[in-house]
């Protein structure tokens, strides 16, 4: 191993912004760098056992799901999540909790100086990125912490995602969907063959309930090709159990947890565990209550697939109250088809603009909902008032809901600290 530069000590400020300064390179896909970095590390990531989830939706939920139910059976968890909604550090948990600011500036630094070895032997072009230094933190920290089993969340895709230097022993399909088709392949066959180039030989690959025929086939030749295990989760988790997690989604989320945390111990699952990992689970940013009268949701969801969902929910809660929602989405996801799902349950749009660079105006959303035949819209480019907007629009009895981005969700729930945002 190369020994990493010392004299290196960032602040978390630091951190963040060094971070951020990185993102000004944008994203360059492969996985040649981050062996590197992770070989300057000391491959911390074959110190504990590790689950590695993939998927187009509900990554996080049941990445945060399988660390509970793992947890609850005796076991020192970590996870690494993406994005963060207000602050890097919350990508990496141990034992449930956000890593603080201290280990993380300590964890980052740690990456930095890993990096600038890396980068010493490599082009101007071919330095390591910002997602790739939050990996390599990531699971560089939980080696340092001990756990004994990582949960790791891709990032996009899988085949060059950074997170697949991972020697996992369980792989988690979620779903697939037409998503990130530029980098990805424009069928449901090609997106299922670059997210599962995760799966390890003679590992286990566990999908969710109801795949989509096409990842599934993908899924089995994937398998068969690598002598891995194929387990499709149930519908239905082992046991009934109440969830913390609120959302229709979780409901299939939760049984696929289940059967990757069983994957991973081999048994099965112990009921008063899995009933206790139901009821402390939450996922911010996912079908989160902020406010009451009214109702204030904000919502993650961010592609048609998971608008699909999003609107399934919607209709066993709404019970013919008056829905405002607050919409932001990215300039690379089909906004016309998650418009479709979402506007037939609105009383009103109020089009907003999250920090994220890539986010559509709002007069192009209202365009779309034109189209669509939803005249019914406001433009309020601040998302902060464009929420106070929608609560006034809804009515003490009514619901307004966030939804179309995680940076939107982020934006509402970033404090006014001066932090600069994310866009990655």
Request: with cysteine; aromatic share 4%; hydrophobic share 45%.
């Amino acid at each position: 191993m190369t020994e990493a530069p010392t004299g290196i000590t960032l602040t978390v400020e630091q951190a963040e912004e060094h971070l951020l300064r990185l993102e000004l390179f944008g994203m360059r896909f492969g996985t040649g760098r981050m062996r590197r970095l992770m070989d300057a590390l000391g491959t911390p990531q074959d110190t504990y056992g590790s689950v590695h989830v993939v998927g187009s939706n509900g990554k996080t939920s049941t990445t945060r799901m399988i660390a509970a139910l793992l947890a609850h059976h005796g076991l020192r968890t970590g996870a690494y999540l993406s994005p963060h909604l207000v602050r890097f550090g919350e990508r990496i948990v141990v034992d449930g909790a956000d890593l603080p600011d201290g280990a993380f500036a300590a964890a980052v630094t740690r990456a930095v100086r890993a990096a600038a070895v890396v980068d010493a032997e490599a082009s101007a072009d071919d330095h390591v990125t910002q997602f790739e230094l939050l990996t390599a933190a990531a699971l560089d920290e939980l080696g340092q912490a001990g756990v004994d089993v990582a949960i790791i969340e891709a990032g996009l895709g899988g085949r060059y995602d950074a997170t697949n230097v991972l020697p996992s022993a369980v792989q988690v399909l979620t779903n697939v969907g037409l998503e990130h088709t530029r980098w990805l392949g424009p069928t449901i066959t090609d997106i299922a063959g670059e997210k599962l180039d995760v799966v390890r030989p003679g590992g286990t690959l566990v999908v969710g309930a109801g795949l989509h025929a096409d990842a599934l086939a993908v899924a089995e030749q994937v398998c068969a090709e690598r002598g891995a295990t194929l387990i499709e989760a149930p519908a239905d988790p082992p046991v009934p159990v109440e969830l913390l997690a609120g959302g229709t989604y979780q409901r299939a989320n939760f049984p696929l947890a289940c059967a990757a945390a069983a994957a991973y111990l081999g048994r099965a699952l112990d009921p008063d565990a899995v009933r206790a990992a139901a009821a402390s689970t939450i996922v911010p940013g996912r079908w989160q209550q902020i406010d009451s009268a009214p109702d204030t949701i904000i919502d993650g969801a961010h592609n048609p697939a998971g608008f699909v969902v999003l609107a399934d929910t919607l209709r066993e809660v709404l019970a013919g109250r008056r829905l405002v929602a607050v919409l932001s989405i990215l300039d690379d996801k089909d906004a016309a088809a998650m418009l479709g799902e979402l506007l037939p349950l609105c009383a009103e749009v109020v089009c907003t603009h999250s920090a994220n660079p890539r986010a559509l105006p709002p007069a192009t959303l209202q365009s779309l909902a034109a189209q669509l035949g939803w005249p019914i819209t406001r433009l309020e480019g601040d998302p902060a008032r464009a929420l106070a907007l929608a609560r006034e629009l809804a009515g003490p009895d009514g619901l307004a809901l966030a939804t179309g981005s995680l940076y939107l969700i982020a934006d509402l729930l970033r404090p006014d600290d001066g932090r600069a945002a994310s866009a990655l």
